[in-house]
């Protein structure tokens, strides 16, 4: 599972929500890849910032834009995931 973490430097809430990324990467037990929307590809098609997606072998799973406190992201991603039996118990 691949955790991406879309931010800008110009974004004061993509600073702040950096911890949030790392934090619920380390929940999740995997790796934060950040990427600026300077440098992303258009394949992505986001539509604001800051953006989290999960992917599964290259399939979107999970999809957040805006700055959501952790225990709601998490929250949200475990229903929304465990619907799709894609997290487990994680």
């Known amino acids: ?34 990427q600026n ?3 992303v590809s258009p ?5 604001g910032i800051p953006t989290v997606i999960l992917e599964e072998d290259g399939v979107e799973i ?3 834009v805006g700055n959501l406190p ?8 475990n229903e929304k995931c465990l619907m799709n039996n894609t997290l487990g118990n994680s």
């Open 62 to 64: 999970y999809r957040s």
């Open 37 to 39: 929307i300077d440098v």
């Open 1 to 34: 599972m691949d955790l991406i973490y879309f931010y800008s430097d110009s974004c004061g809430c993509c600073k702040d929500y950096s911890s949030v990324v790392d934090k619920l990467a380390t929940v999740l037990k995997i790796k934060a890849q950040k």
């Open 43 to 47: 394949s992505y098609k986001l539509n």
């Open 70 to 77: 952790y225990d709601l992201l998490l929250k949200d991603i």
